[in-house]
Every structure is written in C-alpha cells, then in structure tokens.
C-alpha cells in the first residue's frame, strides 16, 4: 500500500481539501483507496460523512500508536491518503516514517513556506536515515487564478530544500463548494479544477511508483 500524507503545522493551507481531493481522484483512476483522518478537528470525517453516497472509505486515527492498523488495511487497499494532524508533533514524526510521499500544501507566499521549516526538518533528518524516504513536495495550493508563481516563493522552496510539485491547485470556489457537500470538484462543474486534480494525482501516481 502507497501511504500519501498531506503535512503542514500551519491552518488554512488546503490539507483536508487535497486528501480529499486526491482521495477521489484515485478512486477515479481506479484505485483502490482509503482516505485516513488523524486531525482531532475531524474535518476529513466530516466531509466523508457529509454525503451518504460518498465513496470513500475512511477511518480516523488519532493516535500514533494506532497507525499501526495501517498494516492490516495494506492488504485491502493500494493507496492510504492521509490528512495529517496541524499541530501535533508526534503524529507528524509518525506519518514522517511510515509515508511514502509526504505533500506539504503551502499558499504562494514566502512567509508561509518559511513556516514549514521545522517540518521539512525533520523530513530531512528521516530521508537521511533511510537513503531518500519518503519522497517529499511542496504544492502550491490556493493561488490566485492568472497570477504567476513569485520569484520569492520558488526561491523560499529552494532554500529550504524540498522541491515543488509540477502540479498547482488555485484558489476556487469549487473546492469549499463540493467538499461542504462532501463531494469534491471532480462532481462538479468547474473544469478548471476538475484538470487540475486530474494533474495532481496523475503526479502522485507518477512519483511514488516512480520511486519504488
Ligand atoms: N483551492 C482552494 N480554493 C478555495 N478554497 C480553498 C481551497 N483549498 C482550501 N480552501 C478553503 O480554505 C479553508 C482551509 O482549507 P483546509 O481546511 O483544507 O485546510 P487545512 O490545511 O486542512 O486546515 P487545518 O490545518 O485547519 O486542518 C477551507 O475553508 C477550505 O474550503
Ligand atoms: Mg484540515
């Protein structure tokens, strides 16, 4: 089973909806998926819940301990998408070890990515020890639509050492739209963010089977 964690301490940068996101975007490849909720906020089981007809199995585990079930799900699904707990260090070390890739969802702004420094830390310390695992990214999440990506942002990114994903996710309406629903824009009618999802997770794909 491929383990995919969205990982950032800061609120607000898109990890709920891009688990979310890309959970369904799997499944839509015909992937075999579970989405794991570890936030105690609860909002990837919310979304989950919130449409009876979601298909997207998930379960909730909040405490590092209990991740160890991931083992017993690996024999049923080929993907795990993980929301990560914002501020719990603990957890984060944990889904540091056991993900494959771990994406770090950041608003185009250089402050914001310096924030992440203490995380792409430790994904530095854990890539050390095990020869590159697990492969990590920045995505740009919530950009403004027609704006360019800032000189400042691609330099923050290479400063701190974690490379950006070739994909970018925009600032939609459709995105809080269809997740209040619990659905995602690939339901939806914004083809924008349906191709851009599309993208995303063609990117996921690539890298982690790319990094066997
Ligand atoms: N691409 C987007 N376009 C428009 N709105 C978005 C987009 N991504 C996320 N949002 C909205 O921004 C808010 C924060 O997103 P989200 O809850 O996914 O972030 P988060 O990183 O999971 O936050 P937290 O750390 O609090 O769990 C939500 O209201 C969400 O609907
Ligand atoms: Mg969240």
């Not at 994909?167 to 191709?195: C, F, V, W």
Request: net charge negative; with cysteine; hydrophobic share 40%.
């Amino acid at each position: 089973m491929y383990i995919v964690c969205f990982l950032n301490p800061k609120g607000g940068s898109g990890k709920s909806t891009l688990a979310a996101c890309l959970a369904s975007g799997l499944a839509e490849a015909s992937e075999s998926v579970i989405a794991i909720d570890t936030d105690p906020q609860g909002t990837l089981t919310d979304w989950q819940a919130s449409d009876p007809e979601n298909p997207i199995p998930l379960v909730q585990i909040e405490k590092p301990n209990n991740l160890k079930t991931l083992q017993d799900l690996a024999a049923t699904y080929g993907w795990a998408v993980i929301d990560g707990a914002g501020r719990t260090e603990e957890m984060t070390g944990a889904l540091i070890r056991l993900a494959d890739l771990a994406i770090t969802p950041v608003v185009p702004s250089a402050f914001d990515l310096w924030a992440t420094n203490d995380l792409v830390e430790a994904i530095q310390e854990r890539q050390e020890i095990t020869g590159g695992q697990p492969q990590a990214r920045f995505l740009v999440s919530r950009a403004g639509v027609h704006t360019r990506l800032g000189q400042e942002v691609v330099a923050a990114a290479a400063d701190l050492g974690l490379p950006l994903m070739g994909s970018r996710i925009h600032q939609r309406q459709a995105y809080p739209r269809t997740t209040g629903e619990g659905r995602t824009p690939l339901t939806g009618n914004d083809p924008s963010a349906k191709h851009e999802i599309r993208g995303l997770t063609r990117e996921v794909i690539e890298l982690v089977q790319g990094g066997q």
